[in-house]
């Protein structure tokens, strides 16, 4: 499967790690879930009881990349990196 299925996967899970005032400023996705990156951690249990496939974003692919890299650390499977917020949102309304 490649991103765009992914993301047009009614069973996909959106996890949204910016901060708080990024989601304020810059808007948000309503259906992501938002847990800012240094809050990862203490979700990894949640997240790999989520429905799969998990896709994370963030406000430019960096932020989501290291929290995929720390969660498949952790032998949580099924993660994709949707990059940044505007070009998923592109994506998703295309």
Do not use: W
């Amino acid at each position: 499967m490649n991103l765009e299925e992914i993301l047009q996967n009614p069973k996909t899970t959106f996890i949204d790690v910016r901060e708080e005032l990024e989601l304020i400023n810059d808007g948000a996705i309503a259906s992501a879930l938002h847990i800012p990156l240094g809050e990862i951690p203490e979700h990894i249990e949640a997240i790999e009881a989520m429905e799969k496939p998990v896709v994370i974003f963030c406000r430019s692919g960096n932020r989501s990349g290291k929290a995929i890299e720390f969660l498949e650390a952790q032998g949580i499977e099924g993660l994709y990196n949707g990059g940044g917020y505007l070009d998923l949102v592109d994506i998703l309304e295309s």
